[in-house]
């Protein structure tokens, strides 16, 4: 399901058209927007035997396979544990430098971009440098702050932002959702067609989104002792903070954009509860930061 970034879209089918295709891509933006959605689309449209017919087509065997991850000129890397590592970018190396059996382009997907951690940065900084035949690197950073700017200045960097509310809930209602189901999971999608997608496929997630929707008011109107509890009960969850603290950023930035309607909070103390919130979250991203700590912190705030 590809929503919106219609701009991003088109760039990337008039690079095909003119023949000026970068070597290395870079798409940065918030999480869940599609932005690797995007990068399987535009492969395909690279490799697509039938490129014509591709908006995105995805009737070729080609286009098929790597709809399926299986193609054999695509490599998709992600970290392991926090981590892209350089053995990692050594394993790529030495894939591409292996003999192609077609005359498409060789694909590697960089997923968190900025999880390489600087022996591997290194390592791929001179893959960029010594770009081999008809090969296209896309990396997806959330922070591309983190990458040395030695591998910023060798990428065409496209920024991706939020899908329209209308786009997102058009797509849910032709899955077959009501009017009233679809403008829910849009309004606790914010934007991001991958979370939307992710709420329909797994309802117990939006339950429980709209369950930490709730516990934030109740938070706001506890005191610090049962806030610290409940910094402790979601640090021993890691793969549930990230989801919560984006319901938090989502519930303060509400607060900001109304703070003269109905607001208890000054803009001030809305900014530094914002900007504590993305601290937390690029910490626990990024760092071995102590999780239980990271929330209570932001306990102090709120």
């Not at 009233?180 to 067609?193: C, D, F, H, M």
């Not at 950023?249 to 909070?265: C, G, T, V």
Request: glycine residues 4%.
């Amino acid at each position: 399901m590809l929503i919106g970034h219609r701009k991003q879209w088109r760039f990337l089918q008039g690079a095909i058209k003119r023949g000026r295709i970068p070597h290395a891509l870079l798409f940065t933006g918030e999480s869940n927007l599609g932005k690797r959605t995007l990068a399987i689309e535009f492969i395909k449209l690279l490799n697509c035997q039938n490129p014509v017919n591709c908006q995105p087509c995805g009737t070729c065997e080609n286009c098929r396979a790597i709809a399926k991850n299986i193609y054999p000129e695509l490599t998709i890397i992600e970290p392991e544990e926090k981590e892209i590592r350089v053995a990692q970018i050594r394993k790529l190396r030495a894939r591409l430098n292996l003999r192609s059996f077609s005359d498409c382009f060789k694909a590697v997907i960089l997923d968190k971009a900025n999880s390489l951690n600087q022996e591997a940065q290194s390592a791929f900084l001179k893959l960029l440098e010594e770009p081999k035949g008809k090969t296209l690197f896309i990396l997806i950073a959330r922070h591309p702050e983190m990458l040395f700017p030695t591998i910023l200045s060798r990428v065409e960097i496209l920024k991706f932002y939020p899908a329209p509310d209308h786009e997102i809930k058009e797509e849910l209602k032709k899955k077959g959702l009501s009017e009233n189901q679809a403008q829910e999971i849009v309004s606790l999608s914010w934007g991001r067609p991958g979370r939307a997608v992710n709420f329909l496929q797994n309802p117990k997630e939006f339950e429980n989104a709209k369950q930490e929707l709730k516990e934030i008011v109740r938070l706001i109107n506890s005191d610090l002792s049962f806030r610290f509890q409940y910094a402790k009960k979601i640090s021993a969850q890691p793969k549930e903070i990230k989801n919560i603290l984006d319901i938090w950023l989502r519930y303060f930035r509400n607060e900001l954009i109304e703070k003269s309607q109905a607001s208890s909070y000054s803009l001030s103390r809305l900014r530094k509860i914002l900007e504590i919130i993305q601290k937390t979250q690029f910490l626990l991203s990024n760092t071995n930061v102590n999780p239980k700590l990271a929330i209570e912190m932001v306990m102090l705030e709120i």
